[in-house]
Every structure is written in structure tokens, then in C-alpha cells.
């Protein structure tokens, strides 16, 4: 089991930028892909983007993808989402994940970050 703790959410305009962060503790991070999810209370939780172990597969959401980018740096045991162009739909509270492949199976999950978009 690994335990995962985000940050970097917050209140920003539309159009404007946040990096969130996910911070891993346990010694399987290298092997896992790991992956953002969002939640609001109008939708399912939504797949944001994943990354495997390698860092070298991304996959996206459709409504993210061209305007945000999945990272990772194993050394630190960290993940990143960088998050550009925001809209006031991009509100939600967003997960980090564990485990998973792509966009499911993911075992692992953070406590949660709130992002807010005005417009």
C-alpha cells in the first residue's frame, strides 16, 4: 500500500495556472503508474490523466488534454499536474491515485485537493 498526500490546490481565475502536487510514501512508488482523477457533486468521478512507472506513457481526459500535463519524479516520490487555461469548469476536487492502469484499477487514493475556477 502506498499512502499519497496532495497539494497545490487552491482559488484561481479562468485562464490562469495551478500545479498540483502528490506526494508518495511507501517503497512501491517506482513501480506503480499513478493517476488524477476529479470529483463534483453534478458528475461521476472524471479521469484526468495517468502516468506509468516509467513516465513515459501519459494518457488524458478528453477535457483536459492539450492544456494539462502529467509528470512525475521518482526520485522525490512526487507526481505533478500542471494545469493551464483553467475554467470555472474545472472545479472540483481532484484526487491523486495509485496502482491503476490508464483510466481504472487504481487501489490507492489521496485525501483530496480543492481547485476553484472563477470566472
Known amino acids: 500500500q502506498v499512502q499519497l498526500v496532495e497539494s497545490g490546490g487552491g482559488l484561481v481565475q479562468a485562464g490562469g495556472s495551478l500545479r498540483l502536487s502528490c506526494a508518495a510514501s511507501?517503497?512501491?512508488?517506482?513501480?506503480?503508474?499513478m493517476a488524477w482523477f476529479r470529483h463534483t457533486p453534478e458528475k461521476e468521478r472524471e479521469f484526468v490523466a495517468a502516468i506509468d512507472s516509467s513516465g513515459n506513457i501519459m494518457h488524458y481526459g478528453v477535457s483536459v488534454k492539450g492544456r494539462w500535463t502529467i509528470s512525475r519524479a521518482s526520485a522525490k516520490n512526487v507526481i505533478y499536474l500542471q494545469m493551464t487555461g483553467l475554467k470555472p469548469e474545472d472545479t472540483a476536487i481532484y484526487y491523486c491515485?495509485?496502482?491503476?492502469?490508464?483510466?481504472?484499477?487504481?487501489?490507492?487514493w489521496g485525501q483530496g485537493t480543492q481547485v476553484t475556477v472563477s470566472s
Open positions: 491515485a495509485a496502482g491503476g492502469t490508464a483510466d481504472f484499477g487504481y487501489h490507492s
Open positions: 511507501g517503497r512501491t512508488f517506482t513501480s506503480l503508474s
